[in-house]
């Protein structure tokens, strides 16, 4: 019985929204939100323990690019973060999904949420990442 998880990561300036699987690789939730103000090494001494944790065996980090198909600037800087997740944890698959469309969603789905301002800013990034890690795992049943 497989029960290996997958972490869906939203990765921004000051936040990193993080989203899990469950057990069964079914459904994913919402996980936490770790603000990023030091280079990374917050963010992935985190993950280090949040991998152990869960037994996590592939990372899915969200990649953005704009509507047009082009790189932005946030791509290239997710792009190192990639490069230090790899290096830190090569024993665990990295994937990247596109995630034009997963802020925009997240953001819909607060507002049917009827979730108030305030608390927004600080859920917006976990929902992405929630996002995130569903798209992967429809691609997962996809491919299969």
Known sequence: MNSMRILGIDYGDSRVGL??????????????????????K?????????????????????MPINMDGQKTERAEITEKFIHKLKCK?????????DER??????HKTMNYLNINKYDKKNIVDTI??????????NKLKNET
Not at 42 to 62: H, P, R
């Open 19 to 40: 989203a899990i699987t469950d057990a069964l690789g079914i459904t994913a939730q919402g996980l936490e939100t770790i603000s990023n103000k030091d280079n990374d």
């Open 89 to 97: 944890f090569n024993n665990v698959k990295i994937e990247t999904i």
């Open 42 to 62: 917050s963010v992935l001494k985190k993950l280090e323990e949040i991998l152990v944790d869960y037994d996590v065996d592939t990372i899915v980090v969200g």
């Open 101 to 106: 469309l997963t802020t925009v969603a997240a």
């Open 128 to 137: 992405s990442a929630v996002y995130i890690l569903e798209t992967y795992m």
